[in-house]
């Protein structure tokens, strides 16, 4: 009865703290160290709560507040007052980078980058030139020869891989949250969403307006951004229209003048006198 109790109180204190907060989102804490969970919750202090729960209890809670929210891994939840795009966006800028461990799953492709190293020749060679790294000795010192994926995204990190990455310093894990999915006013964001940079959106944003100025203008409707290009169409439709039907006014006598020198001249060059 206490560990039913236990769980009900749990349970509530969720239900409490989903409540409390206009974004709800859920992480997958799955291999972050408690280290670095401490300096999460210390850096976003003020901004985002996190807690820590099973993800049955964390399921009960969602359902007593009627959200239908995918949980998965080792979850988290993730209560802030930001939207849940500016809140996916502090989590990604919280990341921190560590060395690979061998039988780590690689969430991106690992590239060697090309260039002279601070690692004076020896066998620190042979260990580079093990996994296929290409490289010799220039100027006293280890170079690699060209950009070279030791680790293709999805694999995991063989012993030898993770020893050539710790001899040349690269640290391609990165640890720390991301939103797995989001929750805010009935609307349920997935990580495809949330994982997007502002420089995307913004570009996004700035296409659509230019497809949708182009259409505007197209099908003539008048809007503060197509009446200056709709004017300058509709002058050089009706300067066209003015020149082939030969009225001679302001601004299309000049256009009507050469127009009809032309066609004199064409006639001129086929008409036997």
Known sequence: MKALERKKKIVEELVNLIKSYSTIGVADITGVPANVMQK?????????????????????????????????????????????????????????????????????????????????????????TKVGIPAKVEGGKITVLRDFTVCKKGERVTEDVAAALNLLKIKPIEIGLELISAYEGGTVYDRSVLSVEPETYLKDLAEAKARAVALAVEIAYPAPETVEPLLIRAHASARALGTEAGIPIPGVIEDVLISAKSKAEALNSIVRW
């Not at 976003?44 to 007593?64: D, Q, Y």
């Not at 995918?70 to 560590?98: C, H, I, W, Y």
């Not at 690689?106 to 260990?127: F, Y």
């Open 40 to 128: 999460l919750r210390s850096e976003l202090s003020g901004v985002a709560k996190i807690k820590v729960a099973k993800k049955r209890m964390i399921k009960f809670a969602f359902e007593k507040c009627g959200i239908d929210m995918e949980v998965d891994g080792q979850p988290a939840l993730v209560l802030s007052s930001e939207n849940p795009f500016k809140l996916s966006m502090l989590l990604r800028k919280t990341k921190s980078s560590a060395p690979a461990k061998p039988g780590t799953v690689v969430d991106r492709d690992v590239v060697v980058p090309a260039g002279p190293t601070d690692i004076p020749p020896g066998p620190a060679i042979s260990t580079l």
